[in-house]
């Protein structure tokens, strides 16, 4: 079995300003992690992945994300926010036996000007 | 444009109806998936499928029904028997459910029941 746990379900910032969006996991198997991006309204959106090698990911917007595996996280990450970036994030994993994805509750992330 | 479209973007149906939600994909994918997606509770898994005319139980499948004729289309019906069924569904495919890969998924439908 596999869960996620995001943390936070709101966090407000300042555009401009660094965030931080916290994923843990749960699983007895090897991991694949991914992060989702939903704008209102609208579908999910991939934003990255991790399914081996390195451990930083990058998106092609900004985001970055670490797999830690000793501390079974993958926190998502941007130095700088934009008021477009004001949209729901969900950490999913699956593993090996289990392909279907796990999604945490999401984080809604609200950049302020 | 490969993707994913559902219809109708919104729905309103009276309570005590059935109502069949459309999920369409031209990504040639093998499997499909239906999730419900409630305020604070993430995505929840309804149906899935990963091969035409076989699909599986998710987490919520109580008061809904699918099916899998084509590789392409996999509606959902919403039954009477749903006890709460105003949510936002949201449809999804990937190219294989045997292997690690991302999802994609279509831009929902908001169903209300008066």
């Known amino acids: 079995a596999q869960s996620v746990t995001q943390l936070d379900s709101q966090v407000p910032v300042f555009e401009e300003a660094p965030v931080e969006l916290r994923c843990n996991y749960s699983?007895?198997?090897?991991?694949?992690l991914f992060w989702y991006v939903q704008y209102p309204n609208q579908g999910l959106q991939l934003l990255l992945k991790y399914l081996s090698g390195s451990t930083l990911v990058e998106s092609i917007n900004g985001f970055e994300a670490e797999f830690n595996k000793s501390q079974t996280s993958f926190h998502l990450r941007k130095p700088s926010v934009h008021i477009s970036d004001t949209a729901e994030y969900f950490c999913?994993?699956?593993?090996?036996?289990?392909?279907?994805?796990?999604f945490g509750r999401g984080t809604s992330l609200i950049v302020h000007p | 444009d490969g993707g994913i479209t559902q219809s109708p973007k919104y729905l309103f149906r009276k309570e005590g109806q059935n109502v069949t939600l459309s999920c369409e994909q031209n990504l040639n994918h093998d499997a499909m998936y239906w999730y419900r997606q409630d305020p604070g509770q993430g995505l929840r898994l309804i149906y899935y499928?990963?091969?035409?005319?076989?699909?599986q139980k998710g987490d919520i499948a109580e008061g809904y029904s699918v099916s899998r004729e084509k590789k392409e289309s996999f509606p959902l019906t919403v039954t009477s028997a749903q006890k709460n069924p105003t949510a936002f569904y949201l449809c999804?495919?990937?190219?294989?459910?045997?292997?690690?890969?991302?999802?994609?998924f279509g831009p929902g439908t908001r169903l209300t029941v008066l």
């Open positions: 499928s990963q091969i035409v005319n076989d699909f």
């Open positions: 999804a495919s990937s190219i294989s459910q045997i292997t690690y890969n991302e999802q994609f």
């Open positions: 699983s007895s198997v090897s991991v694949y």
């Open positions: 999913a994993v699956s593993g090996r036996g289990s392909y279907i994805p796990t």
